[in-house]
């Protein structure tokens, strides 16, 4: 079985014995892999979705939602409102629909996860800068304008609009090579540009002698005696759902959950762990868009998807603004109106510019095993954080008219359609009540947070899951806290510092100090 | 179902000002394929919500009468009135139905080539079967 690659099959059953099993192939997946492997372990991934490459990208949004999206986008999370979870479910996770963003973690939350969280000793400033640095230069993370062919208009007035406001702003931080301009990153991209996890890490991990399973959804972590000892499920074909045979690894050395911050806490639910901390201290950036009408052409679709951002607002407002080039077809199902309204204010598509706030929100939420395999999360943005959103669209509808915006599009249901200059302190105003907004939810962290605090955390400072042996997480779950900037390249060094303590323990209790 | 969810997106989307709609786009295929292969719970949300709009114009409008009977002007009205409604649960139903016709309007190339952009290929569908990849190292714990 090294460097074998197993897909959705009918039959037969499947046995597989590694040294370490991940679950999971997103970006703490993989991450956690590619140490291990590097290390000399035999490491298999066990990945709910399908291996699709550049080539088998869907090109439209409703084959998006089919091949890259769980559950063709249905996840939501719901509290006094229904807010879309946006996820991947496929070989590379989130990294093949995302940005491609690389932000470090923020000197302030390495700070608060030692003096609240206990988590010094472990994930101290040293360690995750190293990491940090490491991740950085192995993915190629460079400034957006250095390597990409446009930039875009939609990026560059952002970054012109909030600079004459006055605000810290700069193109984005991404992991590309050679970006094409085509503003497709949430389609997978189709030039490879996007250093995603299944475009380098997860091969290599396979020429190391580790193996892959997609299309393998994982229902069960067996443990025995207390001691994690493999994971087991059956495939599921990733057109028809049909289940196939059983699948089951038996992993000697240990599992590493890194099945996403919606996975992780309800696999362990369903395991048998309970904890009082499982499934608690979910959060989320929520985040919701403003459009610009602009009197000339600003083609959101050619340039970065995401380009540039600004943190200016971070400490303040627990704010992040940035570009985001959303594809037409959600841009028309997300545009206000119906019938012949809707229609006609479609048309100016092209002279259309769209930036979103996304919120360091205070709300905790939680998630849960639902039925019949599902997952339940309960979420709701605090009023806080509804306040922090109309600072953070009426900031950016300023930004808008300096760049010469005709009008604004808020999105808000009470407010005008289209708003002009004068109408801005209309936003600051607006309803405090998550049913008129349009947030959509797409960094998300908890549920199986660590910490040295039995009562509040899964994950003890030891790395281990309480109660559990030989059992870790490694993904968006651990984290304690929000961040206030994208997330990806945070859980990766989290993640390879817990996978190298993990191999550097192995090697010592089997090799003496 | 399938003839009932085209009449209502056409209904959401219809041609106005020389741009085309889902009045006159090809819906059979899309709708179809998302009725074979979409999930069954994107399914039910899809279907309730098109019924939601098929029997509020009571709702909406104040007439008894299902969305199906009313005239041009009539629906137009109907469908602009449910997509800013105060009922959240009505905004909900359009803000499904709408997910969905803007998926089929936005990805129609007629659409598409009038608002300037190129057509889209189609989806392969297709995903990375078994594989086997030339392993450089066999497995050995570092020393």
Redesign the interface.
């Known amino acids: 079985m090294n460097g074998a690659h197993l897909a959705f099959r009918a039959q037969p059953d499947v046995s597989i014995d590694a040294d370490y099993v991940v679950v999971g192939s997103g970006s703490g997946g993989s991450a956690a892999a590619i140490v291990l492997a590097r290390a000399g372990y035999r490491v298999v991934i066990v990945e709910a979705g399908a291996w699709r490459d550049a080539a088998d990208y869907p090109e439209t949004m409703l084959g998006v939602m089919r091949d890259l999206f769980p559950d063709w986008g249905a996840n939501v999370a719901t509290g006094d409102s229904i807010l879309p979870i946006v996820q991947a479910q496929v070989v590379g996770g989130g990294t093949v629909i995302n940005s491609a963003i690389m932000v470090r973690t923020p000197g302030d939350v390495i700070e608060q996860w030692d003096q609240d969280h206990g988590l010094g000793d472990v994930l101290d400033h040293r360690r995750m800068g190293a990491a940090l640095d490491e991740i950085a230069s192995e993915l190629h993370v460079t400034d957006t304008r250095v390597d990409v062919t446009h930039f875009g208009e939609n990026n560059q007035r952002l970054l012109d609009g909030l600079t004459h406001l006055g605000l810290d702003t700069h193109p984005t931080l991404r992991n590309v090579r050679g970006c094409q301009a085509s503003a497709r990153c949430l389609q997978g991209c189709r030039h490879s540009a996007k250093q995603a996890a299944h475009e380098g890490w997860i091969p290599e991990v396979m020429s190391l002698g580790g193996a892959v399973l997609s299309c393998a959804p994982v229902t069960r972590i067996c443990r025995k005696n207390g001691v994690a000892i493999g994971v087991k499920g059956r495939f599921r074909h990733p057109q028809t759902r049909k289940k196939g045979a059983h699948f089951r690894v038996q992993a000697k050395r240990g599992v590493l959950m890194a099945a996403s911050a919606t996975g992780t806490a309800p696999l362990l639910q369903r395991s048998g762990i309970a904890l009082p901390a499982l499934g608690r201290f979910w959060r989320a950036h929520p985040g919701a868009g403003i459009i610009g009408v602009y009197p000339d052409e600003v083609d959101l679709y050619h340039g970065a998807t995401q380009g540039t951002a600004s943190i200016a607002h971070r400490m303040a407002h627990g704010l992040k603004l940035e570009s985001l080039a959303l594809p037409l077809e959600l841009v028309a199902g997300r545009t206000g109106g119906a019938g012949t309204q809707l229609t006609r204010r479609l048309q100016d598509i092209r002279h259309q510019a769209m930036w979103v706030s996304a919120v360091r929100a205070e709300a905790e939420g939680t998630v849960k095993a639902g039925l019949f395999g599902g997952v339940r999360v309960r979420y709701r943005p605090t009023i806080r954080d509804l306040k922090k959103l109309r600072i953070g669209s009426a900031v950016l509808a300023k930004a808008h008219f300096d760049q010469g915006a005709r009008a604004v599009r808020p999105g808000i249901v009470g407010l005008p359609f289209e708003i002009g200059p004068d109408e801005v302190h209309l936003i600051e105003e607006a309803p405090l009540d998550n049913r008129a907004w349009t947030w959509v939810l797409s960094h998300l962290f908890g549920g199986a947070v660590m910490g040295s605090d039995p009562e509040r955390s899964v994950v003890g400072p030891d790395l281990h899951v309480r109660g559990a042996r030989q059992l870790h997480v490694v993904d968006a779950s651990v984290l304690p806290t929000t961040l206030g900037v994208n997330p990806q390249h945070t859980i990766m060094a989290v993640a390879q510092i817990i996978a190298r303590r993990l191999a550097n323990s192995d090697h010592t209790r089997h090799h003496g100090a | 179902m399938v003839v009932l969810l085209k009449w209502v997106l056409a ?7 020389g ?1 085309i ?1 889902l009045d006159s786009a090809n819906l059979s295929a ?1 709708l179809q ?2 009725s074979k ?3 069954l ?2 399914r039910l ?1 899809l279907y309730l919500s098109a019924f939601a709009f098929i029997f509020s114009p009571i709702v909406t409008l104040g007439w008894p009468l299902p969305a199906l009977w009313l005239g041009r002007s009539a ?3 109907h ?2 009135a ?3 409604h105060r009922w ?1 649960l009505m ?2 139903a ?2 499904m139905l ?10 129609d190339p007629a659409v ?1 080539g009038q ?3 190129a057509p ?24």
Request: charged share 20%; net charge positive; aromatic share 10%.
């Open positions: 209904a959401l989307f219809p041609s106005v000002d741009l709609g899309p394929r998302l292969e979409a999930t719970t994107f949300g629906l137009d009205r469908a602009r449910m997509a800013g959240y905004r909900q359009m803000l709408k997910t969905v016709g803007g998926a089929i309007w936005g990805a598409r608002l300037g952009y889209y290929g189609h989806d392969p569908g297709t995903f990375r079967s078994d594989h086997r990849v030339d392993v450089v190292s066999q497995p050995q714990v570092n020393p």
